[in-house]
């Protein structure tokens, strides 16, 4: 016997029964996003290689660790996208979006792929919506992003949600930082696990990111960024959280809050659940000032956010959040005679032809099995063909909510139906 074929490790199939929770994540984030006037952008599923390395930072876990990389047969190197900043960017660059208006506010909903350990809330393929704000660098527009973000997640109806916050600074100002840091840590270097020593000399913010315990109680006492933030970092964080105050939003500020790409500057926030153990974090994002220019673009400053749709349905799960059932028809067309699917078919055709969905025997069962059938597709109506009454031009028509049942002609079947199914 044939082994049997299975999905990737880290993959996951979308089947039937569950994509009615996508299509509504899908339909109140574009409703979200209508709202600030976001425009959608689909950009390729792989990129050249370099956008990454160049864009997120060689020395970043999706770079040096997480990323799907080869060689076409051209022998370009190729990167499957792991997030969707760096590819927006490219294609504003590339198309020159940033000639067209001064302000440009895009989002998306898209795959993205990272070689990362399965668990629940991580997968290798994984799913993304997330917007970007291009030419402003608005405290505003920092907030447009955190209450678009919150704004998505409430509609989902999440509720056990914190907003976390923080300033990374100006370039300038963080180097100056990041001396402070290694200074602090040059007491404690041997005493931190050995890929936060590695990152000591490579990236040594995200040491805060580090779940070892030794880590964390080292970085509990490390100087804090913000201690060392240059006055318009300073200022602009203090009118992001007046804003978000204003707005009634409930915050935390988070000094050791720093993102795994090294894009960004000044504002940085995430979303975390009470809901989805260790991987936590529904979304998030900030802003990235320099990016642009980075990728051979014009100084054009930027911020924007990702969030995660397969943690968000987990999330939701865990909070008991009913998105509603799977997509099922509207009519069943059941047939007396079991060689009759012409008859069945024509009746079928006639009402998909007026935007009523209808599904039909094509197996040639019995009629108790065609309306068990029936009761498990959960349809409003069966359109039962092939009785006494179709002498006369007639067929019966069966209420699924009610049992009632009603003599139909043949040619008034769809007038029928349109007339009664949301009456």
């Known amino acids: 016997m044939s082994k049997v074929a299975k999905a990737v490790p880290g993959t996951k ?62 022998e370009d190197l190729l990167t499957l996208r792991p997030e969707m900043t760096a590819p927006v960017v490219r294609a504003f660059i590339e198309h020159s979006m940033y000639s067209q208006s001064q302000i440009t506010k895009l989002f998306y909903f898209a795959p993205m792929f990272r070689q990362e350990r399965p668990q629940a809330g991580r997968l290798r393929q994984f799913h993304q919506f997330g917007a970007e704000i291009l030419g402003s660098s608005s405290p505003y527009s920092d907030c447009e992003i955190i209450l678009s973000a919150a704004g998505i997640l409430k509609a989902i109806g999440l509720k056990d949600l914190t907003i976390k916050i923080n300033s990374l600074g100006t370039p300038a100002s963080r180097e100056i930082y990041k001396e402070k840091l290694r200074l602090y840590l040059n007491d404690h270097l041997t005493s931190l696990s050995p890929e936060s020593q590695k990152r000591y000399h490579t990236n040594i913010l995200r040491i805060f990111d580090s779940k070892e315990e030794q880590d964390k109680k080292i970085m509990a006492g490390a100087p804090l960024l913000y201690e060392y933030l240059d006055e318009e970092s300073r ?30 500057t000044k504002t940085t926030f995430e979303i975390i659940s009470g809901k989805v153990g260790s991987q936590s974090a529904l979304c998030g994002g900030g802003r990235y000032d320099n990016l642009v220019s980075d990728l051979g673009g014009p100084s054009v400053p930027g911020v924007g956010f990702a969030a995660g749709v397969e943690r968000i349905l987990l999330a939701a799960k865990n909070e008991g959040i009913v998105f509603g059932d799977a997509i099922r028809p509207d009519v069943y067309i059941a047939n007396l005679k079991r060689d009759d699917s012409a008859g069945s078919f024509r009746v079928a055709q006639e009402l998909r032809d007026e935007d009523i969905s209808a599904e039909m025997d094509i197996l040639g069962r019995s009629m108790k099995a065609q309306m068990r059938e029936a009761n498990k597709l959960e349809v409003s109506f069966v359109v039962i063909l092939g009785g006494d009454e179709s002498k006369d031009g007639n067929c019966t028509i069966k209420n699924m909510k009610n049992s009632s049942q009603e003599v139909v002609p043949l040619n008034q079947i769809v007038i029928f139906i349109s007339r009664n199914l949301h009456g």
């Not at 509504?24 to 990129?47: A, H, Q, V, W």
């Not at 964080?237 to 090294?262: A, H, K």
């Open 13 to 74: 199939d979308i089947l039937p029964e569950e994509i009615g929770a996508w299509y509504r994540i899908e339909k109140l984030s574009r409703k979200i996003f209508s709202r600030y006037n976001f425009r959608e952008i689909r950009t390729p599923i792989f990129e050249s290689t370099s956008l990454f390395s160049r864009g997120i930072g060689e020395e970043t876990d999706i770079v040096s660790k997480e990323m799907y990389t080869f060689r076409d047969k051209g």
């Open 235 to 264: 200022a602009e964080f203090n009118l992001v959280e007046e804003m978000l105050s204003s707005r009634g939003i409930s915050y935390q500020p988070d000094y050791q809050l720093v993102r795994g790409l090294d894009y960004y």
